[in-house]
Structure formats: C-alpha cells, structure tokens
C-alpha cells in the first residue's frame, strides 16, 4: 500500500487494485477508483500572484481516473506522487 499526504491532510492511497482520495487526515473518503480508469498525472508547480515560484517550492497534482484528484504537496511529497503514479501504471497495464 503506498499513500501520499498532502500540505492540508488530504491523501491519496494506492492500495494495489483501486486509488483513493481521503480527507480530514484520513477520517473522510471522498473517492475510490479502480486502477483500471488511470488516464494521466499532472504536476505543477504553484505560483504566487507576481508568478513567481512559492518558496519553499509547493505543487499541485491531478490525478484523473473515472474521477478527478487534486492534492497540494511540497518536494517530498513530488518525490512520493511520482512513485504511486509509477505502480499505479504499472498495475493498470500503462
């Protein structure tokens, strides 16, 4: 099982046959998807309103399967996105 946590107590967990978003640190689940409905990952680095990177550095993910799921995370975070994402296409055959 592999879970992400992001910057306001959201999380997204892996657990080998479905992805789930969790808020509330994990007392509210707010979506569940097979892997199967995987289409893509989006990372982006968050701007201030001069545009100008956040410091310290903050990303937004969206994760779209059959739903959408968004997630604020710092550089550590970026790092542990990037390897669910990895077992997620892994296991979806992508």
């Known amino acids: 099982m592999s879970e992400v946590v992001g910057m306001n107590g959201e999380s997204i967990v892996f657990d ?7 808020r509330h640190y994990g ?16 990372i982006k680095e968050k701007t201030s309103l001069l545009g100008k990177p956040k410091k310290p550095p903050q990303f937004d993910v969206l994760l779209a399967m059959s739903s959408f799921m968004s997630l604020t995370v710092d550089e550590i975070g970026k790092s542990a996105i ?7 296409r892994s296991a979806a055959g992508k």
Do not use: H, M, Y
Not at 16 to 22: C, E, I, L, S, Y
Not at 82 to 88: D, G, K, P, S, W
């Open 16 to 22: 080998g046959a479905t992805v789930a978003k969790f």
């Open 27 to 42: 007392k509210d689940e707010a979506a569940r998807n097979p892997v199967s409905t995987f289409r893509e990952c989006t």
């Open 82 to 88: 990037e390897a669910l994402v990895a077992e997620v």
